[in-house]
C-alpha cells in the first residue's frame, strides 16, 4: 500500500511541475477545430516566448464545410485565413502556472483585426489541451457580405496544444 501512495505522489508532482508557459524561448504548437457561423474547419497556430508574459505567433485556419451561400460554393480565399499574433500569458496572475496558462491577445489577419482569449491546460509538460474565443475589431471591409464573414466574425477553436 505504501509503495501505491508513493507511486501515486510521485505521479501527481511530475503533473504539478509541467509549467504551461516558461516565457523566453517557449514554443507552443496547436493544432484544431475551428468552429463558426457557415462552417467549421482546422486551425493551427504556433507560439513564441519574448518575455516572462509575452508571446507572439502565426495563426492559420482553413474552413472544410463552409456552406453554399446563394448555390454558389466558397473558393479556396473564401475559406483560409492568416494571422500574426500578439499574447499577454497571464497564468502565473491567476496562480495556476504549472497547470493553466490564460492569454488574453489582438491579432492582425488577412480579412481583420481581432482579440482573442484562449485557455492552455496541459496534462504533462508536452501535451494539453487549449481553447480559445476570438471576434474582430475592425474589419478591413465595413460591411462584409457572403463569404466575406467566413473567418470574419466570432469564433470557436478547441484542440491539443504541444509545447515544443
Known amino acids: 500500500m505504501k509503495k501505491i501512495i ?3 505522489a510521485l505521479l501527481a508532482l511530475q503533473i504539478v511541475n509541467a509549467q504551461v508557459f516558461r516565457g523566453k524561448g517557449d514554443l507552443k504548437f496547436q493544432l484544431g477545430a475551428n468552429i463558426q457561423d457557415g462552417g467549421t474547419g482546422m486551425v493551427s497556430s504556433i507560439d513564441f516566448g ?10 492559420t485556419s482553413y ?3 463552409a456552406s453554399s451561400i ?7 480565399e473564401d475559406r483560409i485565413d492568416l494571422k500574426a499574433r500578439f499574447n499577454a500569458n497571464i497564468g502565473d496572475v491567476f496562480g495556476a502556472e504549472d497547470v493553466l496558462d490564460v492569454y488574453p491577445g489582438v491579432d492582425l489577419g488577412l480579412r481583420n483585426f481581432g ?15 487549449f481553447s480559445e474565443i476570438g471576434m ?9 457580405v457572403a463569404f466575406e464573414r467566413y473567418n470574419n466574425q466570432f469564433f470557436l477553436n478547441i484542440g491539443a496544444s504541444f509545447s515544443l
Open 115 to 129: 482579440a482573442h482569449l484562449g485557455i492552455r491546460y496541459f496534462f504533462t509538460e508536452g501535451f494539453g489541451v
Open 136 to 144: 474582430p475589431i475592425a474589419n478591413y471591409n465595413t460591411d462584409p
Open 63 to 65: 474552413m472544410l464545410n
Open 70 to 76: 446563394g448555390g454558389i460554393d466558397a473558393r479556396f
Open 6 to 8: 508513493t507511486l501515486l
Open 50 to 59: 519574448l518575455g516572462q508574459n509575452i508571446s507572439f505567433g502565426v495563426v
